[in-house]
């Protein structure tokens, strides 16, 4: 079975071209939309709802990098742990209870600027995060870039609550 590269025609790397991937996504759909199957056998429209839901699953694991760098990890035979592994640098563990405080910080003062501090901060630590991994990526240092995509991981889920707590901010 080929793999989401290879069902998009796109090179097997970190970077990818998101309008070449966004047109084979829709040239693939258009291939196996359901309306094209209304007069096929029930098989046959099986088959199409099966590569449809197919090239759905791959169009999202390729359009967001977290996912795309798991991906490609698992891909090349390098297991992300992220059950068993926990383990991570110092610097990165301490920068998370920094982060932590300051989210309970902000939360307490109904503070949306400081809310929207952190969540500055945590952009660009993902920012960063994703061009190292990109990098280990496409030079096919697969170990490596497992260990910055298990703290991307944690900095997506950090994300996550900072934009729930501003959701949470009263108008």
């Not at 029930?42 to 839901?53: C, F, L, P």
Request: glycine share 2%.
């Amino acid at each position: 079975m080929q793999n989401h590269f290879e069902l998009f025609h796109l090179p097997q790397r970190f970077a990818v071209d998101l309008k070449a991937l966004d047109g084979a996504y829709h040239s693939v759909q258009g291939q196996v939309h359901p309306d094209k199957f209304a007069h096929a056998s029930d098989a046959e429209k099986r088959v199409a709802m099966q590569w449809a839901t197919r090239a759905n699953e791959a169009y999202q694991t390729l359009k967001s990098p977290f996912k795309r760098a798991a991906y490609m990890c698992e891909l090349n035979g390098v297991d992300l742990q992220v059950e068993s592994n926990t383990a991570m640098p110092v610097e990165f563990l301490m920068q998370q209870m920094e982060w932590r405080e300051a989210l309970d910080d902000a939360r307490a003062h109904k503070s949306s600027e400081e809310l929207d501090e952190l969540d500055s901060a945590i952009r660009a630590a993902r920012k960063t995060t994703v061009a190292e991994i990109g990098t280990l990526l496409d030079a096919n240092d697969f170990t490596q870039a497992a260990g910055l995509v298990r703290q991307l991981m944690f900095l997506e889920k950090f994300a996550e609550e900072v934009s729930y707590a501003l959701d949470a901010l009263p108008d």
